[in-house]
């Protein structure tokens, strides 16, 4: 019992001082609890503003005593900026914007301090948004120029089809010299270029880069040839620029509904002419042709995507073509020089050239009297395209006064009837699969599949005929030759129905190979009519 005494005793004696540990203790584990990791960090850099935005989760329950007490930014390990706080603004998640100026690639470190304990740290780096890709246009384009002369040129600055403006340009000239390009309009800039003083004919090299901060720089080259004084160089006037101004013509003829203009001028032995077309395609003009394109003299001329501008001298060696260029059949290239655009969907050509280049490939221009044209223009810049719309034309030069006459567009035609032959077989796929129960099913699947094949037939004969008014070559693409299988395929498919009606024996036989022989024309045809609407520039 004394024992026991002298133990209870010796607890009394400690007692005090382990409750006041314990109440330490007490005390200071929800202090721990509260004292926490901000549960998470999230980085966004804008590159274009140069701002750093911290999003920070750290839930408490009074922000004016726990909080987020410092936030300290390190770009590529360096210490960059440190930002203390007295509270946090709210009880969860807020977001500290910061202005940190970077370059692409650098790494920012940011770290998260608690007011009473723990820390989060997150690294982001910052990269440049994709540079904007401009387009660099350069008007005239000129073959030559006489030494010691003088040339504008005009700079045209583009994105997305609209003109940009605060460009900064640059002007590398070999041999001679440029003036400082001078704004002229919103995206546009003029030059003037001066040849020197040559011994020969040299070539000339202009390069002109364009740089704007947030974009590709974007840079075009210009050459042409000096000519040593006493040979015939060419200047081309600024307003060869792909720009039809008021007066700049004297005459416009209309053709096509006014979809396909003419312009001309004619100043002494030189006229300048234009294509307005509403096309993104090919454009092009034939002069004095004598039978249908037989012996034209061409003007083919395209603008593409990028704004390079394209325009061949060419001459149609046959009624319906070939065309090449002057310079691959013994003769000369005789524009002296040309501009051109394409803008909402229409496409301008200007150019420069003699009345009478003396080349066996060109026909003399006259300045009074009539002159007999043709014209055409496709949907896209493939010349070998389908022509959208072509026809014949008789100018009167000196008046103005014009008459003209349109060649029927048979292509529509022909994928009309070429469509409607496709549909009538599929519904009599479609009678055959799906009414057989009924008593009229076959007479009616028979009527289906003669209609569909005579109709087929009518659509390729049109098509024949459209090639042999055209290029006259009908089997220089897949969809000629896919075209003739499909229709000797739908021609069988009626042809075995009625031989597996008539025989004997051999049904079953002579029923399938009717149904997959029907099949197949279906996949043609329909593959065909895609082709065929790609070449036509629809698709």
């Known amino acids: ?287 004095e042709p004598s039978d249908r394109m037989k012996d034209a003299d061409m003007i083919i001329g395209w603008v593409t995507g990028s704004g390079e501008i394209n325009v061949i001298d060419a001459y149609s060696t046959g009624v319906n073509g070939p065309h090449p260029p002057d310079t691959e059949i013994g003769g000369t290239r005789d524009i002296l020089c040309y501009g051109g655009k394409e803008i909402g969907g229409t496409t301008i050509i200007e150019l420069k050239r003699l009345l009478s280049t003396g080349d066996d490939r060109d026909k003399n221009i006259p300045s009074k009297g009539e002159l007999d044209i043709i014209w055409a223009f496709g949907q896209n810049d493939n010349f070998d395209s389908a022509h959208t719309r072509r026809g014949y034309g008789t100018l009167d030069m000196a008046t103005g006064e014009y008459s003209e006459r349109e060649v029927p567009s048979l292509w529509v035609v022909h994928a009309t009837l070429m469509t409607i032959g496709f549909i009538l077989i599929l519904i009599g796929v479609g009678i055959a699969k799906t009414q057989k129960k009924k008593k009229w099913w076959l007479k009616t699947h028979k009527i289906i599949g003669i209609f569909a094949a005579i109709i087929s037939v009518a659509g390729l004969f049109l098509g024949f005929i459209m090639v042999s008014l055209s290029s006259g070559e009908h089997f220089r693409v897949p969809h000629a030759y896919i075209g003739v299988i499909a229709i000797i395929f739908v021609i069988l498919t009626p042809i075995l129905g009625f031989a597996a009606l008539k025989v004997k024996e051999g049904k079953a036989k002579i029923r399938s190979i009717h149904r997959w022989i029907g099949r197949i024309a279906i996949v043609l045809m329909l593959l065909n009519i895609i082709f065929g609407l790609s070449l036509a520039g629809v698709i």
């Not at 024992?3 to 010796?10: C, E, G, T």
């Not at 690639?105 to 998260?112: G, P, R």
């Not at 997305?160 to 010299?177: A, F, R």
Request: glycine share 4%; with cysteine; charged share 25%.
């Open 1 to 287: 019992m004394s024992k026991i005494n002298a133990n209870y005793r010796r607890i009394r004696r400690f007692k005090s001082p382990i409750l006041v540990m314990s109440l330490f203790v007490l005390l200071l584990i929800p202090g721990l609890a509260l004292a926490h990791n901000p549960s998470s960090m999230e980085l966004e850099y804008d590159f274009n503003s140069q701002q750093l935005s911290v999003t920070i989760t750290h839930n408490v329950a009074s922000p004016n005593d726990h909080y987020v007490e410092r936030v300290e930014i390190n770009k590529n390990d360096e210490p960059y900026l440190t930002q203390d706080y007295t509270s946090q603004p709210t009880t969860s998640t807020f977001t500290y914007t910061y202005d940190v100026e970077t370059v692409d690639e650098d790494v920012l470190e940011v770290t998260a301090i608690c007011s009473i304990a723990g820390s989060i740290t997150e690294q982001i780096t910052a990269e440049a948004p994709p540079l904007n890709e401009i387009v660099l246009i350069i008007n005239p384009s000129i073959n030559s120029i006489d030494e010691k002369t003088a040339q504008d040129f005009t700079i045209s600055i583009y994105y997305n089809g609209e003109p940009l403006d605060d460009v900064t340009l640059d002007t590398e000239v070999k041999l001679g010299s440029a003036s400082d390009p001078l704004r002229i309009a919103e995206g546009q800039y003029r030059f003037t270029y001066t040849s020197p003083d040559v011994t020969k004919d040299l070539t000339e090299t202009i390069d002109i880069k364009a740089s704007k901060v947030g974009y590709d720089d974007a840079s075009e080259r210009l050459q042409f040839t000096v000519l040593d004084k006493g040979d015939s160089g060419e200047t081309c006037p600024p307003t060869l620029d792909g720009i039809i101004d008021a007066d700049e013509y004297d005459f416009k003829a209309k053709f096509a509904g006014g979809d396909f203009g003419f312009h001309w001028r004619i100043a002494e032995d030189t006229i300048f002419l234009a294509m307005e077309v509403k096309t993104d395609g090919w454009v092009a003009i034939g002069f």
